[in-house]
Protein backbone atom coordinates (compact mmCIF):
# COMPACT_ATOMS: atom_id res chain seq x y z
CA UNK A 1 0.00 0.00 0.00
CA UNK A 2 1.49 3.49 -1.03
CA UNK A 3 1.60 5.83 1.77
CA UNK A 4 0.11 9.46 1.23
CA UNK A 5 0.53 12.10 3.72
CA UNK A 6 -1.80 15.14 3.77
CA UNK A 7 -0.55 18.43 2.54
CA UNK A 8 -1.60 20.70 5.97
CA UNK A 9 -1.58 24.07 3.39
CA UNK A 10 -4.09 22.49 1.13
CA UNK A 11 -6.40 20.30 3.47
CA UNK A 12 -9.52 21.32 5.38
CA UNK A 13 -11.99 20.37 6.95
CA UNK A 14 -15.61 22.00 6.98
CA UNK A 15 -19.31 22.27 8.56
CA UNK A 16 -22.18 23.81 8.00
CA UNK A 17 -25.36 24.03 10.43
CA UNK A 18 -28.97 26.33 10.09
CA UNK A 19 -29.11 29.08 12.13
CA UNK A 20 -32.19 30.36 13.45
CA UNK A 21 -34.44 27.48 11.58
CA UNK A 22 -33.88 29.95 8.06
CA UNK A 23 -29.55 29.93 7.48
CA UNK A 24 -26.71 27.91 7.10
CA UNK A 25 -23.82 28.73 9.20
CA UNK A 26 -20.20 27.80 7.76
CA UNK A 27 -17.20 27.04 9.61
CA UNK A 28 -13.67 25.74 9.12
CA UNK A 29 -10.60 23.99 10.48
CA UNK A 30 -7.44 24.75 8.19
CA UNK A 31 -5.11 22.92 10.20
CA UNK A 32 -5.50 19.52 9.41
CA UNK A 33 -2.67 16.66 9.55
CA UNK A 34 -3.30 13.38 8.23
CA UNK A 35 -2.42 10.33 6.48
CA UNK A 36 -3.97 7.45 4.16
CA UNK A 37 -2.80 4.10 2.76
CA UNK A 38 -3.74 3.38 -0.92
CA UNK A 39 -3.42 1.33 -3.62
CA UNK A 40 -5.64 1.63 -6.75
CA UNK A 41 -5.67 -2.28 -7.13
CA UNK A 42 -7.35 -2.88 -3.69
CA UNK A 43 -9.21 0.31 -2.89
CA UNK A 44 -11.46 -1.29 -0.77
CA UNK A 45 -8.44 -1.69 2.07
CA UNK A 46 -7.74 1.73 1.79
CA UNK A 47 -7.14 3.25 5.48
CA UNK A 48 -6.86 7.03 6.17
CA UNK A 49 -6.44 8.64 10.11
CA UNK A 50 -5.76 12.04 10.98
CA UNK A 51 -6.08 15.00 13.54
CA UNK A 52 -7.81 18.54 13.50
CA UNK A 53 -6.71 21.56 15.70
CA UNK A 54 -10.30 22.61 17.45
CA UNK A 55 -9.25 25.63 18.88
CA UNK A 56 -8.05 26.99 15.29
CA UNK A 57 -12.05 26.90 14.24
CA UNK A 58 -13.27 29.76 12.09
CA UNK A 59 -16.36 31.07 10.62
CA UNK A 60 -15.66 34.42 10.12
CA UNK A 61 -17.62 35.85 13.74
CA UNK A 62 -15.02 36.53 16.81
CA UNK A 63 -17.68 36.13 19.25
CA UNK A 64 -19.17 32.79 17.77
CA UNK A 65 -16.01 31.58 17.19
CA UNK A 66 -15.30 31.90 20.89
CA UNK A 67 -18.84 30.71 21.89
CA UNK A 68 -17.67 27.47 19.22
CA UNK A 69 -15.00 27.21 21.45
CA UNK A 70 -16.72 26.87 25.12
CA UNK A 71 -17.66 23.76 26.57
CA UNK A 72 -21.28 24.54 25.30
CA UNK A 73 -19.92 23.74 21.97
CA UNK A 74 -16.48 21.94 21.36
CA UNK A 75 -14.88 22.33 25.00
CA UNK A 76 -11.62 22.96 23.48
CA UNK A 77 -9.75 23.67 26.87
CA UNK A 78 -10.39 19.84 27.72
CA UNK A 79 -10.44 18.52 23.93
CA UNK A 80 -8.75 20.47 21.89
CA UNK A 81 -8.17 18.05 19.10
CA UNK A 82 -11.04 16.03 17.00
CA UNK A 83 -9.71 12.66 15.49
CA UNK A 84 -10.62 10.29 12.95
CA UNK A 85 -9.88 7.20 11.64
CA UNK A 86 -11.63 5.08 9.38
CA UNK A 87 -11.13 2.50 6.00
CA UNK A 88 -13.29 2.81 2.55
CA UNK A 89 -16.17 0.10 3.19
CA UNK A 90 -17.83 -0.20 -0.30
CA UNK A 91 -17.13 1.25 -4.04
CA UNK A 92 -20.20 3.37 -5.62
CA UNK A 93 -18.81 4.38 -8.33
CA UNK A 94 -15.21 4.13 -10.81
CA UNK A 95 -13.98 6.98 -8.33
CA UNK A 96 -16.54 7.25 -5.69
CA UNK A 97 -16.39 5.17 -2.48
CA UNK A 98 -18.37 5.06 1.11
CA UNK A 99 -15.62 5.42 3.97
CA UNK A 100 -16.67 4.26 7.39
CA UNK A 101 -14.84 6.42 10.11
CA UNK A 102 -14.37 6.60 13.64
CA UNK A 103 -14.80 10.15 14.66
CA UNK A 104 -13.82 11.61 17.81
CA UNK A 105 -15.48 14.85 19.38
CA UNK A 106 -15.22 16.06 22.97
CA UNK A 107 -13.59 12.71 23.81
CA UNK A 108 -16.78 10.43 22.03
CA UNK A 109 -16.31 8.69 19.55
CA UNK A 110 -19.11 7.47 17.04
CA UNK A 111 -18.64 5.78 13.29
CA UNK A 112 -19.74 8.40 10.50
CA UNK A 113 -20.66 7.67 6.67
CA UNK A 114 -18.81 9.20 4.55
CA UNK A 115 -19.13 9.53 0.79
CA UNK A 116 -15.84 10.21 -0.50
CA UNK A 117 -14.85 11.14 -4.19
CA UNK A 118 -11.50 11.15 -6.23
CA UNK A 119 -10.98 14.53 -7.67
CA UNK A 120 -7.47 13.57 -9.68
CA UNK A 121 -3.67 13.20 -10.00
CA UNK A 122 -0.91 15.70 -10.76
CA UNK A 123 2.62 15.49 -11.08
CA UNK A 124 4.09 19.00 -9.52
CA UNK A 125 7.89 20.21 -9.20
CA UNK A 126 9.33 20.83 -6.23
CA UNK A 127 11.85 23.83 -5.85
CA UNK A 128 14.55 24.59 -3.87
CA UNK A 129 15.55 28.13 -5.15
CA UNK A 130 15.69 27.68 -8.64
CA UNK A 131 16.38 24.28 -8.90
CA UNK A 132 13.63 21.78 -9.22
CA UNK A 133 14.45 18.46 -7.09
CA UNK A 134 12.04 16.84 -9.77
CA UNK A 135 8.30 15.66 -9.14
CA UNK A 136 5.63 14.66 -7.11
CA UNK A 137 2.60 13.08 -7.09
CA UNK A 138 -0.29 14.96 -5.76
CA UNK A 139 -3.84 13.18 -5.49
CA UNK A 140 -7.56 14.88 -4.38
CA UNK A 141 -10.19 13.87 -2.40
CA UNK A 142 -13.59 15.09 -1.07
CA UNK A 143 -15.55 13.60 1.85
CA UNK A 144 -18.82 14.02 2.60
CA UNK A 145 -20.92 13.36 5.62
CA UNK A 146 -23.68 13.93 8.21
CA UNK A 147 -23.72 13.54 12.13
CA UNK A 148 -26.33 14.39 14.93
CA UNK A 149 -23.99 16.63 17.25
CA UNK A 150 -26.20 15.35 20.72
CA UNK A 151 -24.27 12.67 19.30
CA UNK A 152 -21.00 13.76 20.50
CA UNK A 153 -22.39 15.73 23.79
CA UNK A 154 -22.99 18.81 21.91
CA UNK A 155 -26.30 19.38 23.10
CA UNK A 156 -26.53 23.60 23.99
CA UNK A 157 -29.70 24.75 22.73
CA UNK A 158 -32.02 28.29 22.71
CA UNK A 159 -35.41 27.70 21.67
CA UNK A 160 -37.65 30.13 19.70
CA UNK A 161 -41.27 31.06 19.36
CA UNK A 162 -43.81 28.30 17.96
CA UNK A 163 -41.01 25.39 18.70
CA UNK A 164 -38.16 26.57 16.33
CA UNK A 165 -34.31 26.01 17.43
CA UNK A 166 -31.51 28.71 17.17
CA UNK A 167 -28.68 26.04 16.05
CA UNK A 168 -29.37 22.62 13.72
CA UNK A 169 -29.17 19.07 15.44
CA UNK A 170 -28.04 17.80 12.19
CA UNK A 171 -24.33 19.20 10.76
CA UNK A 172 -22.69 18.60 7.19
CA UNK A 173 -19.50 17.85 7.43
CA UNK A 174 -16.75 18.27 4.40
CA UNK A 175 -13.07 17.09 4.18
CA UNK A 176 -11.33 18.05 1.82
CA UNK A 177 -8.35 16.22 1.20
CA UNK A 178 -4.45 17.01 -1.05
CA UNK A 179 -1.77 14.31 -0.28
CA UNK A 180 1.61 13.50 -2.00
CA UNK A 181 3.01 10.31 -1.86
CA UNK A 182 5.71 9.51 0.54
CA UNK A 183 8.05 8.19 -1.92
CA UNK A 184 8.13 11.41 -4.03
CA UNK A 185 8.68 13.29 -0.92
CA UNK A 186 11.72 11.10 0.22
CA UNK A 187 12.92 11.02 -3.47
CA UNK A 188 12.91 14.71 -3.80
CA UNK A 189 13.74 15.73 -0.27
CA UNK A 190 11.00 17.75 0.45
CA UNK A 191 10.55 15.40 3.07
CA UNK A 192 12.77 17.45 5.64
CA UNK A 193 10.43 20.50 4.08
CA UNK A 194 7.91 18.77 6.13
CA UNK A 195 10.07 17.43 9.39
CA UNK A 196 11.03 20.67 10.53
CA UNK A 197 7.78 21.40 11.98
CA UNK A 198 6.19 18.10 11.74
CA UNK A 199 3.25 17.71 14.22
CA UNK A 200 2.55 14.40 16.38
CA UNK A 201 -0.93 13.15 14.99
CA UNK A 202 -2.91 9.86 15.97
CA UNK A 203 -1.58 6.63 15.88
CA UNK A 204 2.24 8.51 14.82
CA UNK A 205 0.79 9.90 11.80
CA UNK A 206 3.40 12.84 11.23
CA UNK A 207 3.16 15.90 8.88
CA UNK A 208 4.12 19.01 8.56
CA UNK A 209 4.65 22.78 7.34
CA UNK A 210 2.51 23.46 4.33
CA UNK A 211 3.74 24.56 1.07
CA UNK A 212 3.54 27.60 -0.38
CA UNK A 213 0.38 28.28 -2.07
Known amino acids: MASWIFEPGHTEAAFRARHMMVVWVRGLFKDVHGRMELDWERP ?3 TL ?13 PDRDAH ?8 VDNHPSITFRGRFAERT ?3 TFKAEVDLTLRGVTRSVMLDVAYLGQWQTPFWVGE ?6 RRIGWEARGRIDRHDFGVSWQDHLPDGGVVVSNEIQLTLDVEAIIDEDLERTGAIEYYRDAAQEV ?11 P
Open 93 to 95: GDT
Open 68 to 75: LRSADFLD
Open 49 to 61: KGEIDATRIWTGE
Open 131 to 136: ENRGNM
Open 44 to 46: LET
Open 202 to 212: PSEVQAGTPDA
